[in-house]
């Protein structure tokens, strides 16, 4: 790399700043927070820390995102475009100009659009940053251009549909109201490590209320061993677990019969077909004492201020929809919703209200043209005629925001289709990541505080301004400067493309209700709640006839896109444990669970120096038990097989998960590993119901030891 362009490593803390400056944190985690972030000078920060007058921040924040300058100031940042040299997938690269970097993708887009037609061309992006402009911006150029469309299920899509099947909107009570339940369940997430404000509120209610804190999880991490009660599970039981709690919750006597007969659908059917659905029943399934299923019981149904604080562990199963639908209608059938610091909360997305017109370029949108599955990348890529809905092949890509070689499910297919020397890969990034790697094209992306952008809480219910706080080392450019010179290049209109991110702001602000961008960096932040009435749905829920459907129709839940698929005809009508999962058998004695590692974000900050040391290496979690039958010691190299592939890491023995049951927390970079197979080698694309999503936590596989 050259030196000139290379960034300052990060002054002491002990350096006085020259200012303090306030923006929000840009990644893939609903805490969203807002920060405060020592500036030393104009390419430099010191100290990052929460926003202590943030309602939701509260002060917090999480250890990845207090060390950024570590990240922002990293020796490695790619700092000026490169353009492959050698074979693809050797690495090397030579130093290229912007200009002709932007022509030579310019012309290979024309090149493969001459040839197979606009849809062959497939930008790809994700979560990277959440900032509106910045994420988003690229189907601007997707939609003017006609290149096929992004269906995008790598993440949310199974829980948000279980979530909407019972309530009928992607909404909730305040999550500040954590702090003024007595009972607060954090369900199917990890907020230790991934969400650590949820347990800032939930400590809180503790402290103040005597409130107790339940844990659901697969494994005994950091949030289940806070927890007053932990409750631990199979992976992919949630749908049973929380069919027993209803069936004990009912057999007691403990349900609100007034709040399920004035805002629920079907609470007499529902009684019925819980009742050969008991602890009995549930512990076969789970792997759960039923004493332990009783106790949780017992705990909701005689604490109605109980607050369920759902996750994002339901999108990783194939059940996941069912099994976030049958978790959310214990809050119904305990009337939970009539109290502050009651209810269920997942995702407060549908109080935004956003008009993206301008930022997505939605008044250029063709709805002819095909919208690819986003975790299905690997049989895209390989020319699956299915995956391509029978379509031209895909000969080119801009990737923003995202890493498939590392994140993608399915990997070896992903690796495959990456490698065919007819596919043109641009890939925009911070970092020389695996993606960028096979790539003919490299450019040098701004981080957060390089740039103008606008973020929204999807854990809470704040906007917040994200403005540009310093300059970017090197040559390194914003998504949007990236999309604004190609489209100029490939005779692209459209008025986003002739505006900056500040007026792209402004205009979506002012256009969606929230102000302008001028206020918003003034007061930092607009809290977006609405009142209590509507936040619990008071006044009904929002179905036609306002009630909370325990009988939702699977077809017809809203959600972002009309694409179906996966297996919605056997969906379970009522709350039910659906085995749909990838269930262990004779030849795959176990299920595993590909859990986030605290010390990473997905595959961000796998590079940052603190974050490599708290990991160390690879591991698998497997019950001390489990690892005495088959001659496993601590430490031992370990192969985990499946179809798909095979994988070799290092067995950790563990007490805390169930026997028959394995966690490799993740997102390591294949390089991590021997022989360069990620833990995503064992993961399935195949699509789930109703509207896609990724099962990385529902997979079958073998364990034996290493022979060398």
């Not at 912007?98 to 061309?121: C, N, P, Y």
């Not at 007490?655 to 022989?675: C, F, H, K, M, Q």
Request: negative net charge; contains cysteine.
């Amino acid at each position: 790399m050259n030196e000139m362009f290379r960034p300052k490593t990060a002054r002491s803390a002990a350096v006085k700043p020259i200012r303090t400056a306030a923006t929000a944190c840009p990644h893939d985690c609903p805490s969203t927070c807002a920060l405060e972030v020592d500036i030393l000078d104009e390419r430099t920060i010191g100290r990052v820390r929460g926003a202590a007058d943030n309602g939701y921040t509260a002060g917090v924040i999480c250890a990845k995102v207090a060390r950024y300058a570590e990240r922002i100031h990293h020796p490695d940042r790619l700092l000026q475009p490169l353009r492959r040299t050698g074979a693809k997938g050797s690495g090397t690269f030579e130093p290229i100009a912007w200009d002709d970097a932007l022509d030579l993708v310019a012309e290979a887009f024309i090149k493969a659009e001459q040839r197979h037609g606009s849809e062959a061309i497939w930008p790809y992006q994700y979560a990277g940053t959440m900032g509106l402009v910045m994420r988003d911006g690229i189907h601007r150029l997707r939609h003017v251009k006609k290149y096929s469309g992004f269906h995008s299920t790598i993440c949310v899509n199974p829980a948000w549909t279980g979530f909407i099947a019972g309530t009928g909107l992607l909404a909730g009570p305040d999550p500040r109201e954590m702090a003024k339940s007595d009972c607060v369940v954090i369900w199917g997430t990890n907020a230790v490590s991934t969400q650590v404000n949820v347990m800032t509120h939930a400590v809180r209610a503790r402290k103040d209320r005597g409130a107790k804190i339940v844990a659901i999880d697969v494994y005994m991490n950091g949030t289940m061993l806070q927890a007053d009660l932990p409750i631990l599970i199979r992976p992919g039981t949630d749908g049973a677990l929380a069919c027993a709690v209803m069936h004990c919750v009912f057999r007691d006597g403990k349900a609100d019969r007034d709040f399920l007969a004035q805002h629920t659908d079907a609470p007499l059917e529902l009684e019925e077909h819980l009742r050969s659905r008991g602890p009995e029943w549930a512990s076969r399934i789970t792997g759960c004492p039923v004493e332990t299923i009783e106790e949780f019981a017992r705990l909701v149904g005689d604490t109605k201020r109980t607050y369920f604080r759902l996750g994002y562990g339901f999108s990783r199963s194939r059940n996941g929809a069912p099994n976030m639908h049958a978790a959310s209608c214990i809050a119904a059938v305990t009337g939970a919703w009539r109290y502050e610091g009651g209810g269920a909360f997942h995702n407060n997305g549908a109080i935004f209200h956003w008009d993206k017109t301008l930022i997505e370029g939605l008044d250029a949108v063709d709805p002819s043209i095909r919208s690819l599955d986003q975790s299905r990348i690997g049989a895209v890529l390989c020319g699956d005629a299915e995956a391509l809905w029978n379509g031209p092949p895909v000969t080119a890509m801009l990737i923003q925001n995202t890493n498939p070689i590392s994140v993608a499910p399915n990997q070896t297919l992903v690796k495959q289709g990456f490698a065919r020397e007819d596919l043109f890969v641009c890939v925009h990034e911070q970092f020389m990541t695996e993606t960028a790697q096979v790539a003919d094209l490299v450019l040098p992306a701004t981080m957060f505080l390089e740039h103008d952008d606008v973020y929204q809480g999807g854990g809470h219910q704040y906007i917040l301004a994200g403005p540009k706080l310093i300059e970017a080392p090197g040559e390194c450019r914003s998504n949007h400067e990236v999309i604004v010179g190609l489209a100029k290049r490939l005779g692209a209109e459209h008025r986003g493309f002739d505006m900056s991110p500040h007026e792209i702001i402004d205009w979506t602000l002012q256009h969606s209700g929230w102000g302008d961008w001028e206020s918003l960096k003034r007061n930092r932040w607009v809290d977006c709640q609405p009142d209590f009435d509507t936040a619990h749905y008071t006044k009904g829920f929002a179905w036609p006839g306002g009630k909370f459907r325990f009988k939702p129709e699977w077809p017809t839940v809203p959600f972002r896109s009309p694409w179906h698929s996966g297996p919605v005809d056997d969906m379970p009508v009522l709350p039910d444990h659906w085995q749909v999962i990838e269930e262990a058998d004779e030849e795959h004695g176990f299920r595993l669970a590909t859990s986030p590692a605290r010390s990473f974000l997905n595959s961000t900050f796998t590079e940052t120096p603190t974050a490599l040391g708290r990991e160390q290496k690879p591991t698998v979690m497997i019950h001390p038990d489990d690892a005495a039958a088959l001659s496993i010691s601590d430490g031992d190299k370990v192969i985990l097989g499946n179809r798909r592939g095979e994988v070799r890491l290092h067995a950790k023995l563990f007490d805390g998960v169930r026997r028959g049951v394995l966690i490799a927390e993740s997102i390591w970079p294949n390089a991590a590993y021997e022989d360069g197979r990620g833990i995503n080698t064992l993961t399935g694309a195949d699509p789930i119901a109703p509207y896609g999503g990724a099962a990385v936590h529902d997979n079958r596989v073998w364990i034996k030891p290493s022979v060398n």
